[in-house]
């Protein structure tokens, strides 16, 4: 049974980079990716909690590194795809989370929005999904929103990002899927993250969230990595162009 665990599951010789990776669901992903056997490449804009991640990762024997990068700004997302060759796997965890009411939103947070969380990982996937394709395989992950399909909260530039994300997530596995690419998207519930403090900061709405969710219960970071790791594996090798919601059942409540 092990044997064909590894088989079907198993991330040695891999190479994954992760962005996002230093805190919440991106954080979860890269570490579970390590544990299956990948090597790790983090990118995030603050080296001190990428160094941990690392250290967690060395902690049971796997290899990690890290690149420096502010994702809503192009030079720095080019910088990021000189730095290593394409890798076989692209996690797009990455993501800025403004929003204020739509009536408040700038031009810059619509700018800066658009720019991480949907110009970045179109550019990265650009970069490196013709490589993976002439080599015959890679798998393209993007995180995406329960906000992609339906409005709450002030959506917003965010909700938009992100369903022009599930939209690339399609097209990207359209154009490279023949090609032993697929690319599949995640949709989380509500997952008490960094990102997320503002909403968990109530304690009154993160409990009308939970009571929503079929589980009885939000989202952590920790639900996602073998998910991750699936969509990441030779068992997935015909999962392409789909949503995953891991979500506890938020969406069809």
């Known amino acids: ?10 991330l040695d010789g891999r190479t994954a980079m992760v962005t996002g990776g230093s805190s919440g669901i991106g954080r979860a992903i890269a570490v579970a990716l390590g544990q299956a056997g990948a090597r790790v490449i983090l990118v995030a804009r603050r080296p001190e909690p990428m160094a941990e991640v690392i250290e967690e990762l060395r902690g049971f024997g796997a290899e990690g590194h ?7 700004d192009r030079a720095a997302v080019k910088q990021v795809v000189s730095a290593y060759e394409a890798p076989d796997i692209l996690v797009n965890s990455a993501a800025v989370n403004r929003r204020p009411p739509l009536g408040e939103l700038t031009e ?12 970045a ?11 993976m394709a002439d080599r015959g395989w890679g798998r393209i992950i993007n995180i995406v929103s329960q906000q992609a399909f339906r409005a709450y909260g002030n959506s917003g530039a965010y909700g938009a990002s992100k369903a022009g994300l599930v939209g ?16 599949n998207a995640i949709a989380p519930g509500v ?29 952590v970071p920790a639900d ?17 162009g789909q949503t995953l919601f ?8």
């Open 191 to 219: 997952v008490h993250t960094p990102l997320t403090e503002p909403v968990f900061a109530d304690p009154a709405i993160a409990a009308k969230h939970a009571a929503r969710a079929m589980i009885g219960r939000n989202g």
């Open 108 to 119: 810059d947070d619509w700018d800066v929005t658009m720019a991480a969380n949907l110009t």
């Open 168 to 183: 690339l997530t399609r097209s990207q596995a359209e154009a490279w899927s023949a090609h032993g690419v697929c690319c």
């Open 121 to 131: 990982p179109f550019l990265l996937g650009q970069a490196f999904g013709p490589r």
């Open 1 to 10: 049974m092990t044997a064909y665990l590894e088989s079907l599951f198993g």
């Open 224 to 240: 996602f990595g073998a998910c991750a790791v699936f969509l990441a594996s030779d068992a997935a090798v015909a999962v392409t």
């Open 246 to 253: 891991v979500d506890g059942g938020y969406s069809a409540s």
């Open 66 to 72: 890290a690149i420096s990068a502010d994702l809503a």
